[in-house]
Every structure is written in structure tokens, then in C-alpha cells.
């Protein structure tokens, strides 16, 4: 029995993803059965876990967990039943009726952005929103469930067009089904046979051969007297393919058994099959994949490793095993001697766990190194989609900051195509150079056109351009690498005329040069003292008039907004302008205060001296309208 059917509509942005499922995403419409088994092992899994600690669940049938496929040719449906977790009514409204997830805006414009039908798949695996892919495929899907636990259940149907309906219903086992009213076969519109027991044991065997609880399918077979009879067969090997030996798994195995865990159509850029035997024992089986998932950076991004014991599944991304900045490495880790009790909590301050996770990053770290190494095609590439995440660990991994800092990739004025590793930079340094040179930045244009790189371009020393967000952190985070100190040529003094090629200024040059400016300095410093903290000559320049830097321990003004965009309100930071002391700007602005100190015109002047350091850095000016209106007013006196 049943209570009255309630009609409800889709969410706005669930009827835009069932759209583009049903009719743009998915190339290969084979993918909603590997969709739909992978939720049911999900199921059987939880109810596994929760049992263990759930009293309210003794009374289930655990002891057979199984996912069944069933085949209705007359009624041309096809059935996915488990005898998981199940799902309560208002599991099915927030699970299938609405997608009121974080992101989901941001899903849908990747999705519409994409012109490749693969990187669309992948998108949209990624959110686990794979039920949806049964809409191909069915022009109507009926999913019935009972949570385990409760007494009644639920039924749900939708023809996919804009609304679904609820029912409870009564008498229902634990778990969920799935009927999906299948539609005709078109090989035109890549619609197969669904209802054969052929195409099922292909796909079956091609997607979910590795999952761990049997896929059983009554089939007819003809015995020796010709008369048919029915058997129960189970469509997988749910072998553990990382309790394998690596010698008796191929390449093909691998990739189909990532391409399950990660929902990756492409093939992972590494495979990383380790056992450690001893005191405590496990088998890992890493994989880095070739191309970062579109939420990589999003705070709901999820770590990929999953936990199992004794080939029993434990949790999902286990955040104990692998740190933060490693969070796109997908994989298992099948742990022997730890409980199936055991918590995350629990496995925060585990000593084994801490060691299994040192183990396993020492792998991650040492494999993309022997890519650096031996192909450095695959490591540029691995780096491309990874190297913001793994710069993030010189930050937040200080055990690991020497093979970290091996590992680092950067543009520099080097080369304007390739980039280059901290050693490699070390190697071409000039004779007498004890220190890496960097200017962080937003892009490699403002870097390269930054006053700051004057002097060095002059006189042919590399520096390093780093544009992304966590170069501004890092850099203050590690002080040296190989014993060269890293120095920002924006930050500190710079003096390039001490260097051993041998061609900078004489002493006898500096005093009277200093001598020269003695007047003007101290005078533009008192009239900038709400801007700028001193005023002093540069040796940076050689066609720019004036830059603005910082001194060595001061936060810069990129990091600054970072802080204050994350709502961190740092004190304003004064900063040093430095002068060409050759720029005929600043030569006429000396003789000019010499002959007659108390000009107005001059305070102006130096206003937009600074204003235009400021301008040329990227920076922002304080009174945009004001340093419009000197400008002007200068222009229209030279006319």
C-alpha cells in the first residue's frame, strides 16, 4: 500500500544539468550502467560501515550485500537493485530533486564552455551526478528505496522533463532500485541493446570489474538436453587489483580500474603500486592523474584517497593519508592491522597512519621527479596542471621542502617559451652570483615590463617571473635552495655594481653621486611621508625614472590584497621609491629644487613621479582623479 503520489518540480539549475546529460554530455551512452553500479556499491558500502556502529541497524541483512541486474524484455526495462543503506524521502529530494550544492553554477558554465565531448564527461563525473545519466537512455526511471533502519519507503519517477513525483510506499526490502523504461535501441543515436545479456556483460566488465561486491544477473542457459534452466551468474572478479603483484597487472587494468575511482576518461599521467611489509602493513595503488579536475582550487574539493582494511572499504577521501597540496593524487590504501571501527578522529593522531603518509608522499614526490628526470614532456605537462597545488606544500610541508624546491617550475627571462627548474637556474648562473633572482607578479607581460627588471636585463642576469597567487607566500616561506639565497629583485637593496663583472660605478663615483642628491632626497621623503617611508637612488634602473620597492621583510602589495580579499585587514604598508639618478626627469627635478626649493610646481612634480612608479608596477593610485588632473595641468604647460 501507498500514500497519494505528490508531484514536485525540478530545481531550475537540475533541469539545466538533465539537459545537457540527456542530450550533449555523454558521447558514450554506455556510461549510466557504471554510473548506476557505482552508486550501488557506494550504498553497500555505507550500510556495511554504519552497521558497525549503528545498533539500530542489527536487524539488517548484512551478510549477503549484492548488486543484482535484472532484465525485463516484455516490459523493456532494466533494473539496478542493491540491498545497500537505502535512502529516506528527503534523501531523494536533496540528492536527485535538487542539486543545492556549491558549484553547481560553476559546473554548468565549464560544461557549456566545453567544446570536448570527453572533458565534458569528466566534468560532470567529477560532481557525482551520474544518476542522471540514466535519462539516455530511459524515457522514464522509476527508483524505489527503503533506508535502512526505518519501516517505510519511498518511490520516485520522472520522465526527466521538469518534474518528478513521491510516493511512499509500504513492504519495501532495505536498499534501492533502479528501473529504467528503456528506450528502443538507435545505433544511429549510439543506443545499444540494452536488454541484451551480452552488451550488460561487456560493460559490466569493462567499468566495474574492480567492484568489490558481487554484480549478479539471472541468465538462461540450455543444459545437455537442450531444455533452458536459469542460473545466477556474478558478472565481476572483484579482485583487488592492489593486492595484485604489479607483474601480473597491465596497463590496461590500471588505467580502467583509475578511470572507476576518479570518473577520468583520460588515461593518469603516473601509477604508483607499492606494498610496505613489517611492523604495519599495507598496499597503496597511486595514481597522478594527466589533467586537474575544474574545482582543484574550490574549497569542496575532496582528497582522492580512499582507506580500506583488509580489502574492506573504509572511507572516502581520507584526508589523513595524503596532505592538502597532494590533493589531486586518486587512489586506495589498504591498510592490515588497523580496526573497522577505526575514525578520522582517530586516524588524525594514529603513529602508523602519520608514517604511511610520509611514505606515500615521499612516493608521490620521488615519482614526479623521476618524470623530471627521464620525460620531461610528461613532467612539464604534470606540472602545468599541478604546480600551483604542489608550491602550495613549500608552505605547508616543511619536512619536504628540499624535494619540493627540486620539483619547482618557473618562467624566467631565460627563455620567453620554456620554463626552467630552480637547477637549472643555478647552473647558468653568472661566475661570483651566489642568488636566485625573482619579481612575482599577475602576468608575465607586467613582470617583464616592470622598471625593476632594467638592471638586470642590462646586464644579463636571469630572473625568475612567478605569477601565480602562492608565489607571493612561498617565497618568504624558503629562504635558500642549495645554499643560494632567493631575493626578490622589488624587495631590499640591489646592488648590481658589486657584482664580478666588474663595469658598476666607483666609490670615488658613489660619494660624489650621493653627494649630489643630498639635498633633494631628504626633500622629496618629507613631501611623499604620506606615501613612502624614504627616498633614496637606485642602482635597478637604467631608462625608468623611478620604482617603487619594498624592504626585505615587507609584505607586498599583492599579498596585501590577497589578506584583505580574505577579509584580513593589514596596516598600510609605506614603501620605498627609488630614483634613477641618470633619468633626465630627475636630474632637471635636482637642479630645479637647487635653484629654488620652494617652487610649488615642484611638490606636484613628485606627486606624479610617484604616481607614475606606482602605475608602472601595476599598482593602484590612491587619487586617481588628482594625479589625472597634475598630469594635465603639466602637459597643457609644455604646449
Not at 565549464?110 to 524515457?139: C, H, P
Not at 517505510?152 to 528501473?179: C, I, R
Not at 621623503?525 to 624614504?534: A, F, G, I, N, P
Request: hydrophobic share 35%; glycine share 6%.
Amino acid at each position: 500500500m501507498g500514500s497519494s503520489v505528490e508531484t514536485l518540480e525540478f530545481q531550475a539549475e537540475t533541469r539545466q544539468l538533465l539537459r545537457l546529460v540527456i542530450h550533449s554530455i555523454y558521447s558514450n551512452k554506455d556510461i549510466f550502467l557504471r554510473e548506476l553500479i557505482s552508486n550501488a556499491s557506494d550504498a553497500l558500502d555505507k550500510l556495511r560501515l554504519e552497521s558497525l556502529t549503528d545498533a539500530g541497524l542489527t536487524g539488517t541483512d548484512a551478510t549477503d550485500l549484492h548488486i543484482s541486474l535484472e532484465v525485463d524484455t516484455d516490459a523493456r526495462t532494466l533494473t539496478v537493485r542493491d540491498n545497500g543503506i537505502g535512502m529516506t524521502r528527503d534523501d531523494l529530494v536533496d540528492l536527485i530533486g535538487t542539486i543545492a550544492k556549491s558549484g553547481t553554477a560553476g559546473l554548468l558554465e565549464k560544461i557549456k564552455e566545453s567544446q570536448d565531448a570527453a572533458t565534458a564527461e569528466n566534468l560532470i563525473g567529477q560532481f557525482g551526478v551520474g544518476f542522471y545519466s540514466a535519462f539516455m537512455v530511459a524515457d522514464k526511471v522509476t527508483l524505489r528505496t527503503r533506508r535502512a533502519g526505518t519501516d517505510t519507503g519511498t518511490q520516485w519517477e520522472s520522465d526527466g522533463e521538469g518534474t518528478y513525483e513521491l510516493q511512499t510506499v509500504d513492504g519495501l526490502p532495505t536498499g534501492t532500485s533502479v528501473t529504467l523504461h528503456l528506450k528502443p535501441a538507435d545505433s544511429e543515436d549510439g543506443l545499444a541493446d540494452y536488454l541484451s545479456e551480452s552488451k550488460i556483460r561487456q560493460i559490466v566488465k569493462r567499468y566495474s570489474d574492480f567492484i568489490r561486491w558481487p554484480i549478479r544477473m539471472t541468465t538462461e542457459r540450455a543444459d545437455a538436453e537442450g531444455e533452458s534452466t536459469e542460473a545466477v551468474d556474478t558478472l565481476n572478479s572483484m579482485k583487488a587489483l592492489w593486492a595484485r603483484p604489479r607483474s601480473e597487472v597491465t596497463e590496461e587494468e590500471y588505467n580502467e580500474f583509475y578511470q572507476q575511482i576518479s570518473h577520468d576518461w583520460l588515461a593518469p599521467a603516473e601509477t604508483i603500486h607499492m606494498r610496505a611489509e613489517g611492523t604495519f602493513e599495507y598496499e597503496a595503488l597511486l595514481f597522478i592523474p594527466s589533467q586537474a579536475p575544474f574545482d582543484l582550487f574550490s574549497r569542496e574539493t575532496k582528497r582522492g584517497v580512499q582507506l580500506y582494511v583488509k580489502r574492506v572499504f573504509i572511507m572516502d577521501d581520507c584526508e589523513a593519508l595524503m596532505p592538502n597540496y597532494l590533493r589531486f593524487v586518486k587512489g586506495v590504501v589498504d591498510a592490515h592491522d588497523l580496526s573497522l571501527n577505526v575514525s578520522r578522529e582517530i586516524l588524525q593522531h594514529d603513529r602508523q597512519i602519520r608514517g604511511v603518509r610520509r611514505r606515500l608522499v615521499k612516493k608521490v614526490l620521488g615519482a614526479i621527479k623521476d618524470m623530471q628526470s627521464k620525460d620531461a614532456e610528461r613532467y612539464t605537462k604534470v606540472w602545468e596542471q599541478f604546480g600551483r597545488a604542489l608550491k602550495e606544500g613549500l608552505v605547508e610541508d616543511t619536512d619536504n621542502t628540499e624535494a619540493l624546491l627540486e620539483l619547482v617550475s618557473a618562467a624566467s627571462t631565460h627563455d620567453p617559451e620554456r620554463t626552467t627548474t630552480l637547477r637549472a637556474y643555478v647552473e647558468r648562473m653568472k661566475d661570483g652570483q651566489d642568488t636566485i633572482y625573482y619579481l612575482t607578479g599577475e602576468t608575465r607581460a607586467m613582470v617583464e615590463n616592470s622598471p625593476h627588471m632594467e638592471a638586470f636585463a642590462a646586464k644579463g642576469y636571469e630572473v625568475l617571473i612567478l605569477t601565480d597567487p602562492v608565489d607571493e607566500v612561498w617565497v618568504d616561506q624558503v629562504p635558500a635552495f642549495d645554499g643560494h639565497r632567493l631575493q626578490s629583485i622589488a624587495k631590499g637593496q640591489v646592488d648590481l655594481d658589486e657584482s664580478a663583472d666588474g663595469d658598476g660605478e666607483t666609490e670615488a663615483e658613489k660619494a660624489q653621486r650621493e653627494q649630489d642628491f643630498a639635498a633633494l632626497l631628504p626633500w622629496l621623503t618629507t613631501t611623499l611621508s604620506e606615501q613612502v617611508k624614504d627616498v633614496r637612488l637606485s642602482s635597478r634602473l637604467t631608462t625608468s625614472a623611478a620604482c617603487i620597492v619594498g624592504d626585505a621583510h615587507d609584505v607586498t602589495p599583492t599579498l596585501e590584497k590577497m589578506y584583505r580579499a580574505m577579509g584580513q585587514q593589514l596596516p598600510t604598508v609605506k614603501r620605498i621609491l627609488e630614483l634613477n639618478p641618470t633619468h633626465p626627469l630627475i636630474t632637471a627635478l635636482r637642479t630645479a629644487h637647487a635653484a629654488s626649493a620652494d617652487d610649488p610646481a615642484l611638490p606636484e612634480i613628485a606627486e606624479l613621479i610617484y604616481g607614475s612608479a606606482l602605475l608602472a608596477e601595476g599598482g593602484e593610485l590612491p587619487d586617481p582623479a588628482r594625479f589625472t588632473r597634475l598630469l594635465t595641468d603639466r602637459l597643457t604647460g609644455t604646449l
